[in-house]
């Protein structure tokens, strides 16, 4: 069984490397679509100002580069098992965000809307494969025990 768990756990992994690979590799689409998309809180207007001035780079494209940086790292990180469990909550606090800011389906109407819905649950979905990961995290240890002792 530990096997199947590995071999599901690098196979979910991919989602997260590829879509982050993506990301970065179309860094100009990606900051388009955080501009269409993310609303920065005016609370936070004069951190953000800051970190243009010292980046250089407008905010959208900052989170573009650390969005497809965290979904690369995370999924690296969950199919070589180091850290699955800690990279597996932070995935699902990310998965959340982006659920909220890119499928606003509660705004929509018609197929827009149907597709979003599509979209938000398929992403509740991925959230549900991340928990069992972050509860499973490196597997059975010596006194736990395993699934064949059941």
């Known amino acids: 069984m530990p096997a199947f768990i590995t071999f599901g756990r690098v196979l ?46 407008p905010m959208p494209q900052m989170l573009a580069i650390a969005t497809g940086a965290l979904e690369v790292i995370c999924g690296l990180m969950i199919a ?17 965000a982006a659920t909220f800011y890119g499928h606003d389906f509660w705004n929509q109407t018609g197929a827009e809307q149907k597709n979003n819905i599509a979209h938000a649950l398929k992403n509740l ?24 002792d059941v």
């Open 125 to 148: 979905s991925i959230i549900g494969g991340l928990f069992i990961i972050a509860g499973i995290g490196r597997g059975p240890r010596a006194n736990e025990p395993t699934y064949t």
């Open 80 to 96: 070589l098992n180091f850290g699955a469990r800690f990279f597996a909550i932070v995935l699902i606090f990310f998965v959340i």
């Open 12 to 57: 979910f992994a991919v989602l997260f490397i590829v879509s982050g690979a993506f990301k970065l590799l179309d860094i100009a689409g990606t900051t388009q679509m955080m501009t269409d998309k993310v609303v920065i809180p005016a609370l936070l207007t004069p951190y953000t100002t800051q970190l243009e001035g010292l980046s250089g780079m």
